[in-house]
């Protein structure tokens, strides 16, 4: 097979896996000496190997570690209450565990409040609670201060400052258990809505209406160095973006921690442009993309 | 190529062995596992999230594949070396998964791409191009030719622990990788004078990722 006949990729990837037998390899190599377009498709074989190895391979993102050492945990308290073995997970070397941990059922104080459990006013006027996404989420309950944060908001101070009305078409928020009043200061001083939900964002569901991610999340209040950061952030891509933010949702993106930040591209017919950025120095996790309210 | 598993420096971590620690924690060690968590997440992270090609599975497969290991540490006979196990419960988490998962419908990229248009990002790199065009192209192979690929390519194992991670003998890797590499050739040989990337290694993104 020289001359006229070419040899295929396979064959080529195979000579270089020296997969071939000695007669065919010589006659392949015979061949390549003087045919240059197999001798091209040999170089595209081997620069498949370099793109590969080229290719970054990430670190494991903080969300994914800390999810895991939290399954492993899991493993050590159910081997440890039934009575087996010890063996198992330390916590004490993850990274901000006491903060994130600090909401845990095992660590929660007996006398801490039940967080304000937050409804959705239906259509017909009704007060259906708020679901919770248990779905992924890889934070857990709301803590008690963020509780305590999320009684700044009521449906109509919140309507109040336009926030919500978006065509009526948003359900607003109210609350279902007494909560301490907001002051209007501290509503009005957000020009977007800021919810906490942890959820875990995955490009499929930024393709989703966000409405049903971001709404029924608790909106919180400014006050806690935390807060104020996000509002550094927030303003940080408003100039970027040159839009209104309209809402904005602590979580995490592919268990990265994540700040999602959604503006009005187009308010009459639902568009938003969604930023999705780091906490820590607000730079995209990546690109702006367009979603529906 | 990939730098050789990560050798514990003294100076942070004492002179124990994966096999000492996990018999450590066979033992009721309760710290054990976590250490050979932490040594080698990384590295499981990066092997299910190119052979997944989706970071939601491989945070699940990864997850299911430590539970596994920490479940049946005391089955490991110690033939191996622990990354070899490990690496075979991660592999086969992520194979079980391709599996059962029927193919995944093509999401509508549509709206993405119009908004990337009217809104490029300026830190949107040549290189994290390239590593999506790489892991678009993985997931056109067979899940066999990808782990294969995977392991020798992009994480730079050798053949022969390759095999043993595969658990088929050392041809059966060559001529998985031989035949993936033919498949992506005409996909990815544009790339061939791009190649010369900058490589944002393991250790660089834990040390950003850990302070």
Known sequence: MTGDTHYDLDVLAELAEDLLDAGTARQVREHLAVCDPCGELLADLAAVREVLAATPTPAMPMGVALRIDKALAAELREAESYGARRGGVGLAETPDWDELMRDSPWER????????????????????????????????????????????????????????????????????????????????????????????????????????????????????????????????????????????????????????????????????????????????????????? | MNSPPETPSPADRPAVSDADLLTAHINGDPHAFSEIVKRHRDRMWAVALRTLGDPDEAADAVQDAFVSAYRKAGTFRGEAAVTTWLHRIVVNACLDRMRRKSIRPVADDELIEAAERDSPLPDQTVEREVSMEVSAALKLLPTDQRAALVLVDMMGYSVEDAAQVLDVPSGTVKSRCARGRAKLAPILSHLRNRSDLSRVSSAKGAELRDG
């Open chain 1, 109 to 293: 104080p007996a006398e801490a409040p039940e967080p304000a459990r937050l409804g959705v006013v239906a259509e017909d006027g009704t007060i259906v609670p708020a679901g919770r996404r248990a779905a992924r989420r890889r934070r857990w309950a709301m803590p008690a201060v963020a509780a305590a944060a999320a009684a700044a908001v009521v449906g109509t101070a919140v309507v109040s400052s336009g926030l919500l009305a978006s065509g009526g078409s948003g359900p607003d928020l109210v609350f279902e258990a007494d909560a301490p009043s907001p002051t209007r200061e501290e509503a009005r001083a957000r020009a977007y809505a800021l919810t906490d939900s942890g959820h875990n964002y995955s490009d499929q569901e930024l393709r989703q209406p966000l409405e049903g991610f971001l709404a029924p999340a608790p909106i919180i209040n400014g006050g806690s160095p935390d807060v104020d950061k996000v509002d550094t952030c927030v303003s940080k891509v408003a100039t970027r973006s040159k839009l209104t933010t309209y809402a904005v949702d602590q979580g995490q993106y592919n268990g990265q921690e994540a700040i999602i930040v959604a503006s009005w591209k187009d308010k009459a017919s639902g568009r938003l442009r969604i930023d999705i950025v780091d906490p820590f120095n607000c730079k995209n996790l990546r690109k702006p993309m367009l979603g529906r309210w």
